[in-house]
Each structure stands twice: as C-alpha cells, then as structure tokens.
C-alpha cells in the first residue's frame, strides 16, 4: 500500500536525452530522499531533502539534479542521459519528528524507476 | 569509515527451516539500525528499527536483535512467501538527516 509513487517504471531512452524521474508521496513527510540500486548491490544515497527549498548532494557522486518546490513533490533530472545512468531509482521519505529529535523515521519507498539508456 | 556487511549474500532454505541472517556494522555513534525485506521489482519495505545493545523485535517468523557491533534477523520455521531480499541499514551518528548506509543484502530463497 505505497503511499509514494514513481513514474514512469520502466523507461528506455536514448544517450542524450533529458529526462525526469518523478516522485511524489502523500504522507506529508519533510524528508525525502534518492537512492540509486545497481543489481546485487547496496542503496547508494544520491539526493536528499530536509522540506521545500532544501536539497543536498548525497553520498553517491551523480550527474542528476532534483528540486522540491512542493512538500510532496521530488522530482530527479538528467540533461543528459548516458548508457552510465542505467540503473534503478528508489525514491523514499521519511516523517520529521523535530530538529531536537536525534532519530528518524524509518524511510518509506517506492517502487523505484529502473533506467536504460541505450 | 562507515560501513555495513552482511552474510551469507544468498541462502537457500526448506520450508520450516529455520536460520538467521548477519548484519555486521561499523559506525560512529549508532542512531539506529533498520531491517527492510525487498521483492523483486520493489522498493525496500521497512520490518524493524532498533536503537540499543540488547534490543530485540518481533513480527511474525521474523525477530530481529541488535549488539554493539552486528544485528541479526531470525526467521523460525520459513515459509515460501518469506522469499526475498533483505537489507540491513544503519544511521549515520554525525547527523539527523535520516541518511542510512545499507548492506549489499542477503537473498533468501525458501522452498517448498
């Protein structure tokens, strides 16, 4: 019962292209995060948000940008895709218990956008 | 560095057999370890946090218990549906963001 959506799930796209990864949740969660997953292979942090107008760069050096204008809104852009970017794209979110809090919320996924490009 | 193994990467079970999964961490200052199942084609599902030595938690055929330096998920009598992969993530103690660093995951497969 995913209450954060991805789209598209699949997509198969040609070097050079831009593109959009969209995520949206309905929880009214503060955090949000991306992740990139390679088969057989850890979560690797490449975005993260606090609340509208936060962003950071994750632990994972990505080419890829993201923006969060509205609470439930993250979305993840490539300018230009290359056969380097295949993989999937977990998008997850996690509630906010306050800025004294020194624990979070456990994150909440997606079911992820698996990239090709060819 | 922070970092998070587990072991085995893959385990074949029958049916009732029961075993446990290792996760072994290091990190400065746990702010809480995190157990996730994942199916293929799927995002992680969140089944435990723990936050303290000694803690443990249950659901189901599954608990989950927590030392200073590794977490161990049990699963008593498995079934088919048991089937997927787990991840084992911690939290990183230098900050609040919420950032976890996850394992590579075991792949459990149960048989009928």
């Known amino acids: 019962e995913a209450d954060i959506y991805q789209t598209p799930r699949y997509l198969v796209i040609g070097t050079g292209k831009k593109i959009t990864l969209e995520c949206s949740q309905t929880m009214g969660h503060d955090k949000m995060y991306w992740y990139q997953q390679d088969p057989g292979m850890e979560l690797h942090l490449i975005h993260y948000s606090y609340g509208v107008n936060s962003t950071e760069k994750g632990d994972l050096s990505s080419e890829s940008t993201v923006s969060r204008i509205r609470t439930e809104h993250f979305p993840l852009t490539l300018e230009s895709a290359r056969p380097s970017h295949t993989s999937q794209y977990l998008c997850?979110?996690?509630?906010?218990?306050?800025?004294?809090?020194?624990?979070?919320?456990?994150?909440?996924f997606g079911n992820g956008t698996r990239l090709t490009v060819t | 560095e922070d970092q998070v193994t587990q072991s085995p990467e893959a385990l074949r079970l029958q049916e009732g057999e029961s075993s446990s999964l290792n996760c072994s961490y290091t990190?400065?200052?746990?702010?809480?370890l995190f157990w996730y199942r994942q199916d293929p084609g799927k995002g992680p599902e969140f089944l435990f946090t723990l936050y303290s030595a000694g803690e443990e938690k249950e659901k189901e055929r599954l608990k989950a218990t927590l030392t200073k330096k590794e977490s161990f998920l049990h699963i008593t009598a498995p079934k088919p549906e048991d089937s997927a992969t787990y991840l084992c993530?911690?939290?990183?103690?230098?900050?609040?963001?919420?950032?976890?660093?996850f394992g590579q995951g075991t792949t459990l497969q149960v048989k009928p």
């Open positions: 993530a911690v939290q990183q103690g230098s900050s609040n963001t919420g950032k976890l660093i």
């Open positions: 997850a979110s996690s509630a906010n218990r306050g800025p004294k809090s020194s624990y979070n919320s456990p994150l909440h």
């Open positions: 990190v400065s200052g746990l702010r809480g």
